[in-house]
């Protein structure tokens, strides 16, 4: 039931996402989902004081999962306290059937199914009691849930529901949908323009809120210039700095030079910056014969190069992907294998991650990558000091030295963001029409990017001081196309579910690349690392599915629980779960169609909710997963001998045997 929906809620955030709201309600006009229904739920934030509506705000949210930790702000639009909330939409069934929910909260819930409440409650930080069963129709369903924040504590909830057939579970990403109206457009509009101000590094030069208060994004860099010469071609640097969206249709970084000595003062940059070199310069690479370029294509396809990048030698040309045309300009002889290594080491805040590429596979990689690229030109840095002097002189005045790090005085300035009224942002950088008159950066912004960062700057800005962990993680793996492989391709798990899946501690360190093992060694494709982004998409994607930023501590390990935990997961009157899955060094013993993860990592990386779910009906969550269903609707084992057949039991027992971690003895049979 209900598999449609992998990704498409986000899909559907931007389609809605075109503006802000003074609207505190949503208001679906029948009970029947409009002709194009979006997914995920309307949203209404409304922050109070007293009983007193004082701010609303509107979004789009994939589902009834919420955590607000006490002290933030529920939304970047609203300021930190009491608030409350309202989800609308439509909730699908594919038969008429009889549903119970039940939610885990800390605070006041109501929720609405076509009018009528089905569940009320006041909790602080536990599960509420069931609902009664209530009938919801064939097709779609009016949905509406309101939430108040409590006095004290992180405000938190999560909706579940269950029939008869399956137990208590999340609801469906594809049961839920909603209308989209002019007020959600609006909020999408806004939320796209401070996305856009923060993208295009607008602070750097209108400075806004001070180092440590502001959103993460505030702190993103640019390539550094120290040694750069090093590493970037003089020629490429030229034309680059010239026109960067000639060669790069994304590209961030503005026309900066548009006077008649433009493509001089270009030159002259390029020429002081390919002055700029390193104490170690790479040296220049063998010619790669054929059989080391096939290798460098195998390793492209196998790490999935494609989610991001057109195929080099192919007639492929999305513009939103990067292309390998001009890398053989763009690099120095060699510094591309060294980039691939470590492509973070001059840019922190870099998209692309670092594969940990051993130099046997970064040297076949860059081959391939360079092997049907442009040549590189010819044309040589400019030897005299004049021109690279009057280089310097550019790169301390144009504003370069905002953005990109050099030890050298920036001579650069212009208007704070304060200073920048909002009949101002008509000018400059947003001006209708590029006026070669002006100094002010030309960004080429489309009709509804300028709209966008007009509608930001009709705001008191202040939501750049208000970080809001679950947006910046639903903002940042939407521009690091996590979803172009997670959901796609085999052995890696849709996007939409991570959060409520794993542990954060574990994904931090598994986003960073901070892990020693490999979860799932028997898959040539590796998770990259993403070191600068790991900690904030870890904190946002635990948030955003309703759970805390740190896992609760749970009560010591029972002991006597997890002897029997080890005898179930034997094959001695076990589940004989050791035959796909290994435990600590001890190898699975009969891997059938396909390997199951080490169950010594399990315990600090799974959700416990998530692995209760998981081990009782596996089918549920992944439908085409080799993992069996060993217990039946009722929540009976077939092994009788242990806790007298009783499922929770028996899958609790197992959870403490694998808290036990690298110190899990080996299943019995073992010994």
Same mark, same amino acid.
Not at 444 to 449: A, L, M, S
């Given at each position: 039931?209900?598999?449609?929906?992998?990704?498409?809620?986000?899909?559907?955030?931007?389609?809605?996402?075109?503006?802000?709201?003074?609207?505190?309600?949503?208001?679906?006009?029948?009970?029947?989902?409009?002709?194009?229904?979006?997914?995920?739920?309307?949203?209404?934030?409304?922050?109070?004081?007293?009983?007193?509506?004082?701010?609303?705000?509107?979004?789009?949210?994939?589902?009834?999962?919420?955590?607000?930790?006490?002290?933030?702000?529920?939304?970047?639009?609203?300021?930190?306290?009491?608030?409350?909330?309202?989800?609308?939409?439509?909730?699908?069934?594919?038969?008429?059937?009889?549903?119970?929910?039940?939610?885990?909260?800390?605070?006041?819930?109501?929720?609405?199914?076509?009018?009528?409440?089905?569940?009320?409650?006041?909790?602080?930080?536990?599960?509420?009691?069931?609902?009664?069963?209530?009938?919801?129709?064939?097709?779609?369903?009016?949905?509406?849930?309101?939430?108040?924040?409590?006095?004290?504590?992180?405000?938190?909830?999560?909706?579940?529901?269950?029939?008869?057939?399956?137990?208590?579970?999340?609801?469906?990403?594809?049961?839920?949908?909603?209308?989209?109206?002019?007020?959600?457009?609006?909020?999408?509009?806004?939320?796209?323009?401070?996305?856009?101000?923060?993208?295009?590094?607008?602070?750097?030069?209108?400075?806004?809120?001070?180092?440590?208060?502001?959103?993460?994004?505030?702190?993103?860099?640019?390539?550094?210039?120290?040694?750069?010469?090093?590493?970037?071609?003089?020629?490429?640097?030229?034309?680059?700095?010239?026109?960067?969206?000639?060669?790069?249709?994304?590209?961030?970084?503005?026309?900066?030079?548009?006077?008649?000595?433009?493509?001089?003062?270009?030159?002259?940059?390029?020429?002081?910056?390919?002055?700029?070199?390193?104490?170690?310069?790479?040296?220049?690479?063998?010619?790669? !014969?054929? *059989?080391?370029? $096939?290798? %460098? =294509? #195998? /390793?492209?396809? &196998?790490?999935? @190069?494609?989610? +991001?990048?057109?195929?080099?030698?192919?007639?492929?040309?999305?513009?939103?992907?990067?292309?390998?045309?001009?890398?053989?300009?763009?690099?120095?002889?060699?510094?591309?294998?060294?980039?691939?290594?470590?492509?973070?080491?001059?840019?922190?805040?870099?998209?692309?991650?670092?594969?940990?590429?051993?130099?046997?596979?970064?040297?076949?990689?860059?081959?391939?990558?360079?092997?049907?690229?442009?040549?590189?030109?010819?044309?040589?840095?400019?030897? !005299?000091? *004049?021109?690279? $002097?009057? %280089? =310097? #002189? /550019?790169?301390? &005045?144009?504003? @370069?030295?905002? +953005?990109?790090?050099?030890?050298?005085?920036?001579?650069?300035?212009?208007?704070?963001?304060?200073?920048?009224?909002?009949?101002?942002?008509?000018?400059?950088?947003?001006?209708?029409?590029?006026?070669?008159?002006?100094?002010?950066?030309?960004?080429?912004?489309?009709?509804?990017?300028?709209?966008?960062?007009?509608?930001?700057?009709?705001?008191?800005?202040?939501?750049?001081?208000?970080?809001?962990?679950?947006?910046?993680?639903?903002?940042?793996?939407?521009?690091?196309?996590?979803? $172009?492989?997670?959901? #796609?391709?085999?052995?890696?798990?849709?996007?939409?579910?991570?959060?409520?899946?794993?542990?954060?501690?574990?994904?931090?360190?598994?986003?960073?690349?901070?892990?020693?093992?490999?979860?799932?060694?028997?898959?040539?494709?590796?998770?990259?690392?993403?070191?600068?982004?790991?900690?904030?998409?870890?904190?946002?994607?635990?948030?955003?599915?309703?759970?805390?930023?740190?896992?609760?501590?749970?009560?010591?390990?029972?002991?006597?629980?997890?002897?029997?935990?080890?005898?179930?997961?034997?094959?001695?009157?076990?589940?004989?779960?050791?035959?796909?899955?290994?435990?600590?060094?001890?190898?699975?013993?009969?891997?059938?169609?396909?390997?199951?993860?080490?169950?010594?990592?399990?315990?600090?990386?799974?959700?416990?909710?998530?692995?209760?779910?998981?081990?009782?009906?596996?089918?549920?969550?992944?439908?085409?997963?080799?993992?069996?269903?060993?217990?039946?609707?009722?929540?009976?084992?077939?092994?009788?001998?242990?806790?007298?057949?009783?499922?929770?039991?028996?899958?609790?027992?197992?959870?403490?045997?694998?808290?036990?971690?690298?110190?899990?003895?080996?299943?019995?049979?073992?010994?």
């Amino acid at each position: 039931m209900h598999k449609q929906i992998r990704q498409g809620w986000r899909s559907g955030l931007m389609t809605a996402l075109f503006g802000c709201c003074a609207a505190t309600c949503f208001c679906p006009s029948n009970t029947n989902a409009a002709d194009k229904p979006e997914p995920g739920l309307a949203v209404a934030f409304n922050a109070l004081d007293g009983d007193n509506i004082k701010a609303t705000d509107v979004t789009v949210l994939p589902n009834v999962w919420l955590y607000v930790p006490a002290g933030k702000p529920p939304t970047p639009f609203l300021p930190a306290g009491r608030f409350s909330v309202e989800w609308a939409g439509f909730i699908a069934s594919e038969i008429r059937d009889n549903y119970t929910f039940q939610a885990e909260l800390n605070g006041v819930l109501k929720l609405e199914i076509n009018g009528a409440a089905v569940l009320e409650a006041r909790a602080r930080e536990t599960n509420t009691a069931p609902s009664k069963p209530v009938r919801l129709n064939k097709g779609t369903n009016a949905f509406r849930l309101y939430f108040t924040s409590p006095a004290e504590g992180a405000a938190f909830v999560r909706l579940f529901w269950s029939t008869r057939e399956f137990a208590l579970e999340p609801i469906a990403l594809g049961a839920l949908t909603h209308e989209t109206t002019a007020e959600l457009q609006k909020a999408g509009l806004l939320r796209f323009g401070r996305e856009l101000f923060v993208e295009f590094r607008c602070a750097k030069c209108h400075s806004g809120p001070a180092p440590g208060v502001g959103i993460p994004e505030l702190t993103m860099d640019a390539p550094a210039f120290e040694g750069i010469g090093s590493r970037r071609n003089y020629h490429w640097m030229a034309r680059w700095i010239a026109d960067p969206k000639s060669l790069r249709a994304t590209a961030h970084m503005p026309k900066l030079l548009h006077t008649p000595k433009a493509k001089e003062d270009a030159e002259a940059i390029a020429a002081f910056l390919a002055s700029l070199k390193s104490d170690s310069t790479p040296k220049d690479a063998k010619e790669p !014969d054929a *059989a080391q370029i $096939e290798s %460098g =294509r #195998k /390793l492209f396809e &196998t790490l999935h @190069c494609i989610a +991001c990048h057109n195929t080099p030698g192919s007639t492929e040309n999305d513009p939103q992907k990067v292309s390998f045309t001009h890398i053989r300009d763009k690099f120095t002889a060699g510094s591309l294998v060294a980039f691939l290594r470590k492509p973070e080491e001059h840019y922190a805040w870099m998209r692309m991650p670092n594969f940990k590429l051993a130099p046997d596979e970064a040297a076949p990689l860059a081959a391939f990558l360079e092997s049907a690229a442009d040549k590189p030109g010819d044309v040589s840095a400019p030897g !005299d000091t *004049a021109a690279v $002097e009057r %280089g =310097r #002189k /550019l790169v301390q &005045t144009s504003g @370069c030295l905002n +953005c990109h790090a050099l030890k050298l005085e920036n001579q650069f300035k212009t208007g704070s963001l304060a200073e920048l009224t909002p009949d101002k942002w008509k000018q400059g950088c947003l001006a209708e029409k590029p006026n070669d008159d002006s100094k002010a950066p030309q960004f080429n912004f489309t009709v509804v990017e300028r709209e966008g960062l007009r509608a930001f700057a009709a705001t008191d800005r202040a939501s750049l001081t208000r970080h809001v962990p679950a947006e910046f993680a639903e903002r940042q793996s939407r521009l690091l196309r996590c979803a $172009e492989c997670h959901g #796609k391709f085999e052995g890696f798990p849709p996007w939409e579910t991570l959060g409520g899946k794993l542990k954060p501690e574990w994904m931090k360190a598994f986003i960073g690349g901070e892990l020693a093992y490999k979860p799932r060694p028997w898959i040539e494709a590796r998770m990259p690392a993403f070191p600068q982004y790991a900690d904030a998409l870890a904190t946002g994607l635990t948030e955003e599915q309703g759970l805390p930023p740190r896992t609760p501590a749970e009560p010591p390990i029972d002991l006597e629980a997890a002897k029997i935990g080890r005898k179930l997961v034997s094959a001695s009157g076990g589940f004989f779960c050791v035959s796909c899955h290994a435990v600590g060094g001890l190898a699975a013993a009969q891997v059938f169609e396909s390997n199951g993860v080490n169950l010594a990592y399990t315990g600090a990386r799974l959700q416990k909710e998530y692995y209760h779910r998981w081990v009782r009906n596996p089918l549920r969550i992944e439908p085409a997963t080799k993992m069996p269903v060993y217990f039946d609707a009722e929540g009976r084992s077939p092994l009788t001998d242990y806790y007298e057949g009783d499922a929770g039991k028996q899958i609790e027992a197992i959870w403490q045997y694998i808290r036990l971690g690298d110190k899990m003895p080996p299943p019995v049979e073992a010994q």
